[in-house]
């Protein structure tokens, strides 16, 4: 199957700051997502993004299928950011996530 | 409202006690999954099912039964749940199968097996 790591594993930022969070995959994909794990457990889709850049609100995301990353952008941080943001890829209809990356925004 | 529902939420039992995790989407979805989410190894998939009647192994299948038969509904099927498998069980459907839909997720049930 497909390896998708994620880097930083965490991150602790002041409200305000900027972020990058990265996502590589092993292979050739047209199908990354991207989701926010709250810190009540609940899994929400930030988004699909399988080429190119797509912005929603604060948030950004821009991949690099042919050298296979993404990259999700966190500007000016609020503490309601907080939780782990996962990016998936899909082989077939089977999906691989990464491990995380566990955000927390302090006051 | 769109949503996917899983019950129970929280379950304690003993090895060896046959279970079932409902799952159900109001969405009318084809694709429909099963995750396992454990510390430090994020979400696995255990089985995912591309319309009724039609399911597929994930990564973690071992121990674990599913099945199809209704399009809105996609049971977890634990014969004899042993300690290996408490974890926190997450349910997914998206409108299409192939990873190029997006997924919704239920509120996840978390499991304890003693």
């Known amino acids: 199957g497909i390896q998708v790591e994620q880097s930083p594993p965490d991150l602790i930022l002041q409200e305000g700051a900027n972020s990058t969070l990265r996502c590589n995959f092993s292979?050739?994909?047209?199908?990354l997502q991207w989701f926010h794990q709250n810190p009540w457990g609940q899994l929400i889709n930030l988004f699909y993004?399988?080429?190119g850049t797509k912005q929603n609100g604060r948030l950004s995301a821009t991949t690099v299928a042919t050298e296979r990353y993404s990259l999700l952008y966190i500007s000016s941080s609020q503490t309601t950011d907080s939780g782990v943001y996962f990016c998936?890829?899909?082989?077939?209809?089977?999906?691989?996530f990464g491990t995380g990356t566990s955000l927390t925004v302090i006051p | 409202e769109a949503q996917v529902t899983q019950n129970p939420r929280y379950l304690i039992t003993v090895t060896g006690k046959k279970l079932t995790v409902t799952c159900s989407q109001n969405m009318n979805h084809e694709y429909m999954s099963w995750y396992r989410q454990d510390p430090g190894l994020g979400l696995r998939q255990i089985y995912y099912?591309?319309?009724?009647?039609?399911?597929d192994k994930g990564d973690v299948p071992e121990g674990y039964k599913v099945s199809r038969k209704e399009k809105r509904n996609f049971p977890l099927i634990l014969e004899s749940p042993s300690p290996n498998q408490t974890s926190l069980y997450f349910c997914?459907?998206?409108?299409?199968?192939?990873?190029?839909?997006?997924?919704?997720f239920g509120p996840g049930t978390r499991l304890t097996v003693l």
């Open positions: 997914a459907s998206s409108l299409l199968a192939g990873g190029t839909d997006t997924q919704y």
């Open positions: 998936a890829v899909a082989e077939g209809n089977q999906f691989y």
């Open positions: 993004i399988p080429s």
């Open positions: 292979d050739s994909v047209n199908n």
């Open positions: 099912s591309m319309n009724v009647e039609v399911t």
